[in-house]
């Protein structure tokens, strides 16, 4: 069992330019998140996806969008990349909604110059 | 809306002394407190919850609704619990998402 995959592991992206970080879990959790992760802040979430079809604002959604096609798949993309979105994306879910332990991918680095 | 803080951003300790992580919380209703752990090069993982009231790898904590807080402890650290650790809070109130700190890095010398 994989668990939770991400992929690309890092990227370099100029402003500007778009791009969608994957997210897919094996598990047939029904809930899914995307976070960011910055020093000194933690982790903070992005948007959030309890059930396939349905998709949920989060703390900081703003140039960020998602879409739950299926229950194992959870895209997150930007649509004009900005520097203040570089940052390490992590991706999880839970079988229930967040007071169920959530499960973590590996993280994606993404820097924006 | 919910808020955490971890007053530390870096903890350093001897091997074999104790360790503890400070976590504070506002919030007026019932929420359920968590500590993630990132060990270097692995995932972010669920360490412990105070409803399980339990202690994984000699780490316990105790939630204190009067203090608001719910602070992670160990009497005697060791080299392996090296790694970040985050507080988070989740409340039925808010969709049961997680909120988290802005996390500890401990470091144990030996």
């Known amino acids: 069992t994989a668990g939770i995959t991400q992929a690309p592991t890092s990227q370099i992206l100029a402003a500007g330019r778009s791009m969608t970080l994957r997210c897919t879990q094996d598990m047939r959790h029904n809930a899914m998140y995307w976070y960011r992760q910055d020093l000194g802040l933690g982790l903070r979430l992005i948007h959030y996806?309890?059930?396939?079809?349905?998709?949920g604002k989060g703390e900081v959604p703003d140039g960020y969008s998602v879409s739950r096609a299926n229950t194992d798949d959870f895209p997150l993309t930007l649509a004009s990349a900005v520097p203040s979105q570089t940052s390490v994306y992590f991706c999880a879910s839970s079988d229930t909604t967040g007071a169920d332990t959530q499960y973590f991918g590996p993280g994606t680095r993404l820097t924006v110059l | 809306a919910q808020r955490v803080t971890q007053p530390e951003k870096l903890l350093s300790v001897f091997k074999g002394a104790p360790v503890e992580l400070k976590c504070n919380y506002s919030?007026?209703?019932?929420?359920?407190l968590f500590w993630y752990v990132q060990y270097s090069r692995q995932r972010l993982q669920l360490l412990l919850r105070?409803?399980s009231r339990e202690s994984i790898k000699g780490f316990t904590a105790d939630l204190n609704k009067g203090e608001t807080s719910f602070h992670l402890k160990k009497p005697f650290a060791q080299e392996e619990d090296s790694a970040m650790y985050y507080c988070a809070l989740s409340v039925r109130a808010a969709g049961n998402k997680l909120t988290f700190g802005g996390g500890t890095r401990v470091l144990v010398k030996p």
């Open positions: 919030y007026s209703g019932s929420p359920e």
């Open positions: 996806s309890n059930t396939a079809g349905t998709t």
């Open positions: 105070h409803i």
